[in-house]
C-alpha cells in the first residue's frame, strides 16, 4: 500500500495540479462540460485509467458539473496515486 503523503509532500505536489484543490484527506477538481451527456461521457473517459491504476475517484455529477474527489481509502489520506491519478484526469478532455 502507498504510504501517507506529509503536509510538505502534499503542498509541493499539489502546485503540479492547479486545477486541484487539497481538502481534508482529498484532491478534488470540479470540471464544467456544455450538458449533461459531455459530463457523462467525461466521467465513462476515467473507467478504464481508474481500473488500470486500481485506484478509483469519487464522482458526483449535478448536471453539466463533475466533481472529481481523490484519496487513498486503504492508507486513510493522500499517497501519490492520488496526485498520479489526478494528472492522469487532467491530461483528458
Ligand atoms: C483492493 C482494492 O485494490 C483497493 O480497495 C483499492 C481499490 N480502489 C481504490 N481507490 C481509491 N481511490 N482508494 C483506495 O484506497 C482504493 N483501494
Redesign the pocket.
Known amino acids: 500500500m502507498a504510504e501517507l503523503l506529509s503536509a510538505t509532500e502534499i503542498q509541493q505536489m499539489a502546485t503540479q495540479i492547479p486545477q486541484w484543490s487539497v481538502e481534508g484527506k482529498t484532491i478534488k477538481c470540479v470540471k464544467t462540460f456544455k450538458g449533461f451527456v459531455e459530463a457523462v461521457a467525461f466521467v465513462n473517459q476515467l473507467v478504464e485509467p481508474a481500473e488500470a491504476a486500481?485506484?478509483?475517484?469519487?464522482l458526483e455529477i449535478s448536471y453539466n458539473k463533475v466533481t472529481i474527489t481523490?484519496?487513498?481509502?486503504?492508507?486513510g489520506g493522500l499517497t501519490k496515486?492520488?496526485f498520479a491519478?489526478a494528472e492522469k484526469i487532467s491530461s483528458l478532455s
Open positions: 486500481g485506484h478509483h475517484p469519487d481523490l484519496t487513498t481509502h486503504d492508507a496515486n492520488d491519478m
